[in-house]
């Protein structure tokens, strides 16, 4: 005991305590310990420098801490001036903020004590340092499942592994400018994952991952896993030439979110929102009917008839063409014309080179519209569907005074310029709303489609998957969801001129909740995003777990540090300039913040996001 406390006295100790300022610690270094390395026990270790941890002995208690940076101070305490070097001049003083402590030969993460002054600091051994670097944890006293996801970038034999309850029960933030690794990372992490537990039943039974791939980085091949399931969505190809396998389930409950429906068509608050909850209303007491197809027919009868007796020729005329555009088309506009017309000086309808008097019940029940409400069929696409209840419910509104067209008109507009696209990406056809109904990794690749459409679409999903995943949770608390975006600024900023306020509010907000509240429901996010600064703070405060590579904006440092509080002040400072593939892993599943190389992904799995090299193509 004696000659270990020699051996620990002559080479691990460094220097004493001088300075305690809550857990950031101040230690005078010993003036031979200026070498970078030291040999311990046939270990090579490394000696003081910065970003590396040491140990402070308390009585029994061992703090651990990391050195965040040193200075140096002349020693006024010696009078002598005939120094041999110079350097004996000066005291070296390291700047350490506490991070852990020792219990039970293992490292717990937290300040339990703080040091006194003049107690001894000392190097960690390798397997004292081998130990602040354990990040498997236990839970309810069994060892967390490891996976390897790297080698610490500054001991390169040193392997980094983590719990898979640690990382993937938790919401993951991957961050770093364009052409650091970030999409490399993501892939690597949900490879290792995939890999692990690709052939186990109750993974395919419970466990579900949603991907949105902006840039169609995880599409294609084997990358993420040879069981995904990939719907390449397209806005820029004809409808004939697009698959319906390439088409997302949607139906038509999904779409009848007032909230959705409201974004769809752009819904102004106070006027067209109510008019639309009025639509969803009448959409929903139609199909609660015994016999919903008869009931709208009588509808839209009933509407005819009031129309065709009413007194205010502009009026009506504009609530024929809404029921035209329900039930018919230009040529039934002409047939119908044909056969009535409005008599300018008493005011009424009458037949065309008939007498001058109303049309009667039995003559309106002979035109052509009144013949097509009878014959009416509902579309099979629900969109459509859904814009013919608007429609009605626009007449029924407007001949009862309760709106303008001018004020309505439009919102039921907006929503059908969007009809030709959504049917370009989304299977109104579909009797379910499920896109893992042929695998539980699902990649939606929205590379091909318009901006609108990057934006709609992860919403509806997301919001769908998510409502879905409560109630199956309640039911079978077994089930997990992971939602993972990828480019996640696109849908996730406060930025953006494009859209209104309250559509903006909306889409925060659905994933603010998720991120907030999932948790409870088995419900999981994973951002990545070359720019955190753009992304609602208040989703990344709630992330668990970082993954951070290169990021040289300020504001997106600053974001970063704003609402992280794993990360000390080395890991900061190395942000601007860590190398391609390295980043720093923070968060819950990591007791210490450690920088990492990102493990290796096999080959034909890779993300396909490689930068071009112009020089290949210009011999």
């Not at 990939?230 to 030439?241: C, P, Y």
């Not at 009535?340 to 049309?359: A, Q």
């Not at 990057?454 to 309640?474: E, F, M, V």
Request: net charge negative.
């Amino acid at each position: 005991m004696n000659k270990l406390n020699l051996e620990l006295e002559s080479i691990l100790k460094i220097g004493k305590v001088t300075s305690v300022k809550g857990r950031y610690v101040e230690v005078l270094v010993d003036k031979s310990k200026n070498s970078s390395h030291l040999l311990f026990n046939g270990e090579i270790i490394k000696n003081v420098s910065v970003g590396s941890y040491v140990k402070i002995a308390k009585g029994f208690e061992e703090l651990i801490g990391k050195i965040d940076g040193e200075f140096i101070v002349e020693d006024k305490g010696v009078q002598d001036k005939s120094y041999l070097h110079e350097k004996e001049r000066i005291k070296r003083i390291l700047n350490i903020s506490l991070l852990g402590y020792f219990q039970k030969k293992k490292f717990k993460q937290g300040i339990k004590e703080l040091p006194l002054i003049d107690n001894e600091c000392y190097l960690l051994t390798q397997v004292e340092f081998d130990r602040v670097h354990h990040f498997i944890k236990e839970i309810n006293g069994v060892d967390d499942i490891p996976l390897r996801i790297g080698n610490l970038a500054s001991e390169k034999g040193k392997s980094i592994r983590v719990g898979i309850n640690s990382l993937f029960a938790s919401h993951i933030g991957i961050f770093g400018n364009t052409g650091s690794g970030k999409s490399y990372t993501l892939a690597s992490l949900y490879n290792a994952l995939f890999e692990e537990f690709q052939g186990k039943d109750g993974f395919h039974e419970n466990a579900r991952f949603l991907f949105f791939d902006f840039n169609g980085e995880y599409s294609f091949g084997d990358c993420l896993s040879s069981e995904k399931r990939v719907f390449n969505l397209s806005t820029r190809k004809k409808l004939e030439d697009i698959d319906d396998k390439d088409k997302l389930p949607i139906n038509e409950e999904t779409l009848l979110d007032i909230e959705l429906l409201s974004i769809l068509a752009s819904a102004t608050e106070k006027t067209q929102k109510p008019y639309l909850t009025r639509a969803i209303k009448l959409f929903k007491n139609v199909q609660k009917s015994d016999e919903p197809l008869e009931f709208f027919r009588n509808i839209l009868k009933k509407k005819v008839r009031e129309v065709l007796k009413m007194a205010d020729k502009d009026k009506a005329l504009a609530l024929l063409d809404y029921l035209i555009v329900i039930v018919g088309d230009d040529a039934l506009h002409s047939e119908l014309f044909q056969q009535i017309e409005w008599h300018n000086t008493l005011h009424f309808f009458k037949l065309r080179n008939g007498v001058s008097r109303e049309l009667t019940d039995d003559e309106i029940e002979a035109t052509p519209i009144y013949v097509e409400c009878e014959n009416y069929e509902f579309p099979e696409n629900s969109l459509e569907k859904i814009i013919n209840f608007l429609y009605t419910q626009l007449i029924i509104d407007v001949y009862n005074d309760k709106a303008f067209y001018e004020h309505i008109g439009p919102a039921v507009h907006k929503l059908q310029s969007k009809t030709t696209d959504l049917e370009k990406i989304i299977d109104f056809k579909s009797r379910h709303s499920n896109v893992f109904n042929d695998s539980n990794i699902v990649v939606v690749n929205l590379n091909d489609t318009n901006i609108d459409i990057k934006k709609i679409i992860p919403l509806i999903l997301s919001k769908n998957a998510y409502q879905k995943q409560k109630k199956r949770y309640k039911k079978d608390n077994k089930q997990y969801l992971n939602l993972i975006v990828d480019e996640a600024h696109n849908i996730l900023s406060y930025n953006s001129e494009r859209e209104s306020s309250t559509w903006k509010d909306y889409r925060l907000e659905t994933f603010e909740e998720i991120i907030k509240e999932g948790r409870k429901f088995g419900v999981f996010l994973t951002v990545a995003s070359q720019r955190p600064s753009d992304i609602s703070s208040t989703i990344i405060s709630q992330l668990h777990n970082y993954f951070l590579h290169r990021l040289i904006n300020n504001k997106d440092i600053e974001a970063v540090e704003r609402t992280i509080s794993y990360l000390d002040k080395v890991s900061f400072d190395t942000l601007p300039i860590l190398p391609t593939g390295s980043c720093v892993l923070a968060g819950l599943c990591a007791q210490v913040p450690v920088i990492i190389d990102v493990d290796k992904i096999e080959e034909g799995k890779e993300p396909h996001n490689e930068t071009i090299k112009p020089t290949d193509f210009w011999e």
